[in-house]
């Protein structure tokens, strides 16, 4: 405050409150003050800042208050506008948001809007709800919209506190595009009461909401999601999004745009949830059996030696003949030819023709049969260039692949781009048909592909960091609507279950005789039955609900505050509903709540706290807890226990303790850390998946929606024109050495062109290259003008979204066998996840190139696609299962990487070598080291002196 002047004891002064310029007179004896605001509303700002800003300030820290404090003079100008919007026509108020959309459309900002929409929000509830938001709910709703979390206990109304924000980010979305606002709730129940309960808040401003369900058919979800806000869970969104990168056109995918999304109960979605990812699987293989077919076709076929017709063609050039004609007849005498240097093999003319005859097949470059070249090469690489015992052995029924530098035996990796089924196709192994995934991301990962994203919940705070690492998300705590009044009784701790379960039965049956109702919280489904049976036996009425049903268990649960009611949860039962007192509960104190034992995290017993007191409502909670529970078992030490024992516990007696519940705060923020740790690494190695998974999504896209393909093409010919050259005519190497030859037939074989290798003789590798690339456009243009453009668009399209699916699928696949066989790698003291990261990576430049080649090559070649070949491509996509938590093996390992590290009291750096999966080895079996000699003779040897040295440590 700054001090103008002083008559006798009154000083004047000005200062600012909450943003408007005062005066205040101030008198030094009495401590009496007079405001001159230099607003009309005093009273109502004195209300507001009485109500709100004093909560705030006592309760939460100076960021908080900060934050909240900032807010109030908009929640004042929300207020302003409720008058002359009290006056509005139903039909005047829902032409209001598109007088907004118009305004928005032409450059306005959503801020400047804010306390209009916000006002007309809380009309359209007012009016159709009968529920006018209270001025925290629009204050948690200013949160939202600026893409933090609001942490507002249970009760205060967060259904309602969604709405404003909502209506506001709607209103942006231009005429006839999808919604790009989605209300995210933990189950389907709940996004269809919410949807249907805050229907006409929205319809009340001209907006239409939709609901997404589980069992819903795509036209369904598309008509839902063409509203402008849409409720469902974060599953389905999350589902809907790789299912939608799963179609083969624009017109079926149904979600699209992703701009902002309010996550309800954010805390269990983006926290407790986010250790499992989303998984949709399906079959590993299309087409087994043109693996064998084409293993078929090339067995009787003859392959010629690169190296060898090469030398043959220099011979016969020097003896005078034509050198391009004399390779022709040479390659003719085979039907494939192979190269050792660079692991490659190609059908000639002749090998085509054959295999075509074989196989039945009349046209190799026509859409559906476009993926015949690639099982046919794999099949001639297998047949030529993979031997058994010196690439791969075969073990038990599969094809393992030898390391060529060590000679051990790579257990558990696969060849990739569909090389090993082709070699075990040859061996007449039966081809792994197995379930691989076909497409998954984490939740981390997928609401970051939100513009924006919000969340609200009644306990966000003990989290607060993780929000803020990964998802870069503020928690601002709210005050609540009116003081709370619940009294939290400190923990009873007993020495055995047996005593617990006794006590808490006991203080049931003590309250139910007043006709106070009870919740009792259990961590597990186990425990519920045991207090029901209990119950059963004292002869107490009771209901036990265990989040099977959530409609049904949200009808129960709805009376759980009636007089005399007894009501047992795991604490996922009933979530999001809420528990009305019944008639004269309050006068008994309201709701009693009951935990079983405490949580691992915090937050979580809070949540059921949070069950009791709502608005203001008297009530009461208390934990129990015995020596016995897993969270004392692990974290409390020993010494605690045995004091806590020593000091009397034993007979029935429970113990108050400061000490202990202070100790198991300790224990939770521990498990809580534990658990973070485990989502950042799991976070840690969907990195990789992120990546390669957006690299790839964008370029289908591009291409379903018609991009320009084209372009796309250009770009990969010119990537392997430059290749070739680099690799025949490298400036590396002395011109005369140079493998020109080598270059020409490429040319040849890849886009049927005839090019005399001598015209380059004096060319630099970049001359040769702007050559080269010269011919193979103007061969593309004369191509694309043969055929018509939009033919050749067609054609493009196709090609590309053929080959890019298919080669991603097998990486998909490749990956999957990466990620169990990562595993193994910590035997060779080597961290997993640097491993993983670097193969993922080479896996993923691996496919890159193969991308570009196969689509290189087909393109020159292909001619037809009809309307029947894209259904082929629809198939690849075959869906068996959607699912989360089965992040198998990945998921268990890091968490028994991590117990093993940080609960054993280390600091994360042991790690237990992982157990032997794979089969035990015979004394007299080969070594798998692949020397050669027997198990007994080599390896094992080493092994035994290992064991024994660290037995005598
Ligand atoms: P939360 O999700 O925060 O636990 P809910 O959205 O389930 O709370 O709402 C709790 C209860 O509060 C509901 O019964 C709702 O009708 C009531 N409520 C919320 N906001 C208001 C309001 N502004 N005026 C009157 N009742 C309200
Ligand atoms: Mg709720």
Redesign the pocket.
């Known amino acids: 405050m700054r001090h103008l002047f002083q008559v006798w004891n009154w000083t004047a002064g000005t200062l600012c409150v909450c943003g408007f310029p005062a005066v205040l007179w101030y008198n030094n004896s009495t401590g009496v003050r007079i405001y001159g605001i230099l607003y009309r509303e005093i009273w109502m700002l004195q209300k507001i800042y009485a109500g709100v800003a004093f909560a705030v300030g006592k309760v939460f820290g100076s960021h908080n208050e900060r934050v909240i404090k900032g807010l109030l003079p908009v929640v004042q100008q929300v207020l302003e506008y409720e008058e002359d919007l009290l006056k509005l026509s139903d039909a005047a108020l829902r032409e209001k948001s598109l007088g907004f959309r118009r305004g928005l459309s032409e450059g306005g900002s959503l801020d400047d809007v804010l306390p209009e929409v916000f006002a007309c929000a809380r009309e359209s509830a007012r009016r159709y709800l009968g529920?006018?938001?209270?001025d925290v709910?629009i204050i948690g709703g200013m949160i939202l919209h600026s893409g933090k979390i609001a942490e507002?206990v249970?009760?205060?109304?967060?259904?309602?506190v969604a709405t404003a924000p909502a209506c506001l980010n709607a209103l942006v979305r231009k005429e006839n595009e999808p919604s790009h606002v989605h209300i995210v709730t933990v189950n389907d129940y709940l996004a269809r009461r919410d949807a249907a309960w805050m229907g006409p808040v929205y319809r009340g401003l001209g907006l239409t909401v939709g609901c997404i369900q589980s069992n819903m058919s795509n036209a369904e979800r598309k008509e839902q999601y063409s509203c402008d806000i849409t409720y469902g869970t974060n599953n389905e969104f999350g589902f809907d999004y790789l299912r939608d990168n799963m179609k083969i056109s624009v017109q079926d995918q149904v979600q699209k745009l992703r701009h902002f999304a309010i996550v309800d109960e954010v805390d269990s979605v983006l926290i407790d949830e986010a250790r499992t990812p989303l998984i949709i699987s399906g079959a590993a293989e299309e087409a087994t059996d043109k693996y064998y077919k084409a293993t078929y076709a090339v067995e009787s076929m003859q392959g010629g030696n690169q190296a060898e017709i090469d030398h043959q063609v220099l011979e016969a050039a020097q003896k005078g003949y034509d050198k391009e004609e004399a390779r022709e007849e040479f390659e003719q005498e085979y039907d494939y030819v192979y190269s050792e240097k660079d692991q490659s093999a190609h059908l000639t003319e002749r090998g085509i023709e054959r295999a075509m005859k074989i196989l039945g097949v009349d046209d190799f470059y026509s859409g559906r049969n476009l993926d015949w070249p690639h099982y046919l090469e794999n099949a001639v690489r297998s047949k030529a260039l993979y031997k058994k015992d010196v690439q791969y052995v075969v073990k038990d029924g599969q094809v393992i692949i030898v390391d060529e530098f060590t000679g051990r035996l790579m257990e558990g990796r696969r060849w990739s781009d569909g090389l090993h089924q082709s070699v075990e196709a040859k061996e007449g192994l039966k081809i792994r048909q197995e379930n691989q995934t076909l497409a998954t991301i984490t939740f981390q990962n997928f609401f970051k592909l939100y513009g924006k994203i919000s969340g609200m919940t009644?306990t966000a705070m003990t989290e607060g960091r993780e929000f803020m690492q990964i998802y870069k998300l503020d928690v601002i705590a709210i005050p609540p609507n009116r003081p709370l009044r619940r009294t939290n009784f400190p923990d009873l701790i007993y020495g055995s279950e047996k005593e617990q379960f006794e006590a808490i039965c006991g203080e049931i049956e003590y309250t139910n005789k007043s006709g106070r109702p009870i919740l009792v919280g259990t961590t597990s489904i186990e425990k519920s039955e045991i207090i029901s049976k209990l119950l059963k036996r004292r002869g107490i009425k009771h209901e036990v609900l265990n989040a099977k049903h959530h409609e049904r268990e949200a009808a129960i649960i709805s009376l759980a505050g009636q007089n005399s009611a007894v009501t047992i949860a795991t604490n996922m039962a009933g979530r999001?509903t809420?528990i009305?007192l019944g008639d004269g509960v309050a006068a008994l104190g309201g709701l009693h709540v009951v935990g079983s034992e405490r949580h691992e995290a915090r937050r979580i017993d809070n949540q059921l706290r949070g069950r009791s007191g709502?608005?203001g409502d008297p009530g009461s909670s208390r934990f129990y807890l015995a020596l016995e529970d897993d969270l004392m078992r692990i974290f409390a030490s020993d010494w605690v226990r045995s004091m806590l024992r020593r000091s009397g516990l034993s007979d029935g007696q429970p113990l108050e303790s400061r000490l202990v519940t202070g100790a198991i705060e300790k224990a939770q923020r521990r498990v809580e850390e534990h658990n973070f740790a485990i989502r950042k690494r799991l976070l840690e190695y969907d990195e990789v998946n992120n990546e390669q998974r957006t690299i790839i999504y964008n370029r289908r896209q591009e291409i379903l929606e018609g991009g320009d393909t084209r372009s796309r093409i250009f770009e990969m010919l010119d990537a392997a024109v430059d290749n070739a050259v680099g690799k025949f005519a490298s400036n590396a190497v002395r011109y005369d050495e140079r493998d020109l030859d080598g270059l020409s037939n490429w040319l040849k074989r890849k886009f049927s062109l005839n090019v005399d290798p001598v015209e380059w003789k004096n060319l630099s590798q970049q001359e040769i290259y702007q050559n080269v690339f010269k011919r193979v456009e103007l061969a593309y243009t004369e191509r694309e003008k043969a055929m018509g453009e939009p033919v050749a668009r067609s054609l493009e399209r196709f090609v590309l979204l053929e080959v890019i699916d298919r080669k991603w699928k097998d990486h998909l696949h490749a990956m999957d066998h990466l990620k169990e066989s990562i595993w193994l790698r910590s035997y060779a003291q080597k961290d997993p996840r640097i491993e993983y990261k670097r193969e993922g990576y080479s896996l993923f430049s691996e496919l890159m190139e193969a991308v570009y080649n196969e689509v290189t090559d087909l393109i020159f070649k292909v001619h037809v696609v009809r309307e029947e070949d894209r259904k082929a491509l629809e198939e690849r996509w075959d869906i068996a299962s959607e699912g989360r938590g089965e992040m198998e093996q990945l998921a268990q390992k890091q968490k028994e990487d991590i117990n093993s590290a940080e609960m054993a009291g280390g600091e994360g750096k042991v790690t237990e070598p992982i157990k032997r999966s794979s089969p035990r080895i015979g004394r007299n079996d080969p070594c798998p080291c692949g020397s050669g000699k027997k198990y007994k003779n080599c390896c094992m040897k080493k092994e035994r002196k290992t064991a024994d040295a660290a037995k005598s440590d």
Not at 131 to 134: P, S, Y
Not at 154 to 160: F, I, N, Y
């Open positions: 529920m006018r938001h209270f709910q507002m249970t009760g205060e109304g967060k259904t309602l009644g999001g809420d009305i709502r608005q």
